[in-house]
């Protein structure tokens, strides 16, 4: 099978784990922003940083796909919210639902990974951006603090990284 790694990432934590499941497979990785004609291949494997609800450069690479009911697709989302928590894996999913062609996301393997996050690292518009969600996560009452929103209010200003390499396993 005929087989590539696509990746959409800011600052590297999906960049690990392409990288790590391209040495596992032999398969070729990329940026999204390099990835080009995908048509050729029979499986790709899509990893994405969340951004805002938005899974980083995936609408762009597999909203343009052709015939992808023919290919094996996998989608890995990578973030800093808990994996584990059945809420946040639906919230993810909910918004993949609206960046991608009916019938794909039940069609793919869907896979969610956790990331890292360096504040002194983020550009200013990112810095902006968490400050202000983070401002109005705190404001909000305890039964709407989800664990995205619990993840952004704990690791705010920190160094964290949560990226589990061991992880790759569930996308071959
Ligand atoms: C502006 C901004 C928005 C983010 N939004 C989300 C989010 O909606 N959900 C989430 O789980 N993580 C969110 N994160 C955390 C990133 O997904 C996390 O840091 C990830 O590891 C970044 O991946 P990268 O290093 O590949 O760019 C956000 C981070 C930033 C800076």
């Not at 499986?43 to 992808?68: F, H, P, Q």
Request: some cysteine; overall charge positive; charged content about 25%.
């Amino acid at each position: 099978m005929n087989g590539i790694i696509v990746y959409g990432t800011c600052y590297g934590s999906a960049k690990k784990y392409s990288d790590e499941l391209s040495r596992r497979t032999g398969e070729k990785c990329v940026s999204y922003k390099d990835a080009g004609d995908l048509a050729s291949y029979d499986r790709i494997v899509y990893i994405g940083s969340l951004y805002a609800g938005g899974v980083l450069g995936m609408a762009e690479t597999l909203g343009k796909l052709a015939d992808w009911q023919t290919k094996q697709i996998v989608i890995a989302t990578v973030g800093l919210a808990d994996t584990t928590d059945a809420e946040n894996i639906a919230n993810i999913r909910k918004a993949m639902q609206r960046q991608l062609p009916e019938g794909m996301m039940e069609h793919a393997k869907l896979v969610h990974l956790r990331g890292g996050i360096d504040y002194s690292r983020l550009g200013m518009k990112h810095k902006v951006m968490m400050g202000l969600l983070v401002q109005k996560a705190k404001n909000l009452p305890p039964e709407k603090k989800t664990a995205e929103v619990r993840a952004m209010i704990d690791t705010y200003g920190q160094i964290v990284d949560f990226v589990d390499l061991s992880r790759v396993d569930e996308l071959l």
